[in-house]
């Protein structure tokens, strides 16, 4: 699977829209992209998936980029609920059954 | 409908001792998996299983064992605990298939190995 980079770390304010990239440029053709979040203390949640378009669902956003190197997920309007560790997790249509997790972003929404 | 079970929440363990760890969910979902998560490490996947009665090693398997009794249960031995064990153990259930999957988790099961 396509190794994937995310900032450690980003804030936003309550309300506001929260946009956290991903880098993923070895990805290929055949590989999927999923965010999960975890809340501190919870096991991880899925967010969204996508391959090639954008895509949407009652929790976010996913935006991928036309070449498919990076990919950002849109919080429309974060709340305080949404403060968790992001991640953004590249995956091929056939091999590995694990997801690589890797350390995600930490996003802090502020009141 | 609880999705994925764990017992324990919490577990201290002295060194040398054994437990399982258990994990249930009630979705009908044939794969399962057992993850561990240690501070800046993310979660890495220890044995997991793509149907009842199949089990195959992941990244980090050396001390562990587990046993999947039938389709709603998975579960996950340490028989002679050691403190590099201390971690977050999660349990998955996973909805779909290559590459085409969602990963369900459970509350965790804390664990301490002194």
Redesign the interface.
């Known amino acids: 699977d396509a190794k994937t980079t995310q900032p450690p770390s980003m804030d936003c304010a309550e309300g506001r829209a929260a946009n956290l990239p991903c880098n993923h440029s070895t990805i290929s053709g055949?590989?999927?992209v999923y965010w999960?979040r975890q809340i501190h203390?919870?096991?991880?949640?899925?967010i969204i998936?996508g391959l090639k378009n954008n895509e949407t669902n009652e929790m976010a956003s996913l935006i991928i980029t036309e070449d498919r190197k990076s990919s950002t997920l849109i919080l429309p309007h974060a709340t305080l609920r949404d403060t968790a560790v992001y991640?953004c997790i590249v995956?091929?249509?056939?091999?590995a059954?694990?997801?690589?997790?890797?350390?995600?972003t930490r996003l802090t929404v502020i009141p | 409908n609880a999705g994925v079970t764990q017992t324990p929440k919490f577990q201290v363990l002295k060194t040398g001792q054994s437990m399982t760890l258990q994990c249930a969910q009630d979705m009908n979902h044939n794969s399962m998996y057992w993850y561990r998560q240690d501070p800046g490490m993310g979660l890495r996947l220890i044995y997991y299983s793509a149907s009842e009665g199949t089990t195959d090693k992941g990244e980090v398997p050396n001390g562990y064992n587990v046993s999947r009794l039938n389709k709603r249960e998975f579960s996950l031995r340490l028989e002679s605990a050691a403190p590099s064990q201390t971690s977050v153990y999660f349990c998955a259930s996973i909805l779909g298939r290559g590459g085409m999957e969602t990963q369900y988790f459970g509350p965790g099961t804390r664990l301490l190995v002194l």
């Open positions: 055949n590989e999927y999960y203390s919870q096991g991880p949640q899925y998936h991640y995956r091929r249509i056939a091999g059954n694990n997801l690589f997790f890797g350390t995600g």
